[in-house]
């Protein structure tokens, strides 16, 4: 941002404008457009400078909609594989709690909505929490 024209000469002197402030990320060039009259920052029909954004709800939720990166992502798509990371989580940390592993853990972050489990006690309440292991265990003869 150090070497910005702010203005932009043109017809051999005669005509003096604003001069578009985005820069190139390749070439760390400026544009060589005229900024757009009523542009806030200054900034070419290119670069944004018609662009003021939504201000209504509804275009907000239009756009924040229209964000999905393509249509075999969706809101509810992105809902499950959050559970379904959470859940496998939580498997991860009952299987090191009963030495049913010697492997590292995940690496990176842990998913939204996950606590980690400490305590066998933790385990056991997880396992009767679910319905359908819940149905299996007690069909199953024996203490937990």
Known sequence: MENI????????????CLRCIAMSKRTRLQCGRPAMKLSKGQKCNFHGGKSTGPKTPEGKARISKAHLIHGNETVQIRLE??????YFAHIEDAMHLLDMTTGSRKRGPKPNGYKPIKTIEEVRKRVLQHPVRCARIESFEGPL
């Open 5 to 16: 024209r702010k203005t932009l000469i043109t017809a051999n002197g005669k005509i003096t």
């Open 81 to 86: 594989r959050k559970q379904k990371n959470a």
